[in-house]
Nanobody, 123 residues
C-alpha cells in the first residue's frame, strides 16, 4: 500500500483546510486509516482515526469538534477536514494505514505511512 497525502498549505488562524490521502493497491476498505502530525521539536502524535467502513471515528482531544475524518472506499481516499485552525495545529500531517488497530494504540497498529503534507497556520 502506498499513501500520498495532499492538501496542506498556509492558512490564517480560524481558517480551514482539507487534507486528502490517496491509497494505491487493493482492499482499501480492509485498512483502518489515521492521521498523525508532528510539530517542530515535538514527537509525532495521533490526530484522528477511522475504522474500515467509516462507522467509527476517533479524535485527539486537541482537535475534537474542529476536525472531521472521513473516507471514500470507492476512491481509496481518506480525508481530514480541519476547521477553526489554530497556530498550534502547525505541523507535518501524515496519513497511515493499518490492518489491525486497537483504538488508543494507533501508532503501534499502523503498517504503512505516507509522506507528510505541511500545514502552517499563521496568527
Amino acid at each position: 500500500v502506498q499513501l500520498q497525502a495532499s492538501g496542506g498549505g498556509l492558512v490564517q488562524a480560524g481558517g480551514s483546510l482539507r487534507l486528502s490521502c490517496a491509497a494505491s493497491g487493493r482492499f482499501f476498505s480492509s485498512y483502518v486509516m489515521a492521521w498523525f502530525r508532528q510539530a517542530p521539536g515535538k514527537e509525532r502524535e495521533f490526530v484522528s482515526g477511522i475504522m474500515y467502513q467509516g462507522a467509527n471515528t476517533y479524535y485527539a482531544d486537541s482537535v475534537k469538534g474542529r476536525f472531521t475524518i472521513s473516507r471514500d472506499n470507492a476512491k481509496n481516499t481518506v480525508y481530514l477536514q480541519m476547521n477553526s485552525l489554530k497556530t498550534e495545529d502547525t505541523a507535518i500531517y501524515y496519513c497511515a494505514a493499518g490492518r489491525t488497530v486497537v483504538p488508543a494504540k494507533w501508532d503501534a497498529g499502523m503498517d504503512y505511512w505516507g509522506a507528510g503534507t505541511l500545514v502552517t497556520v499563521s496568527s
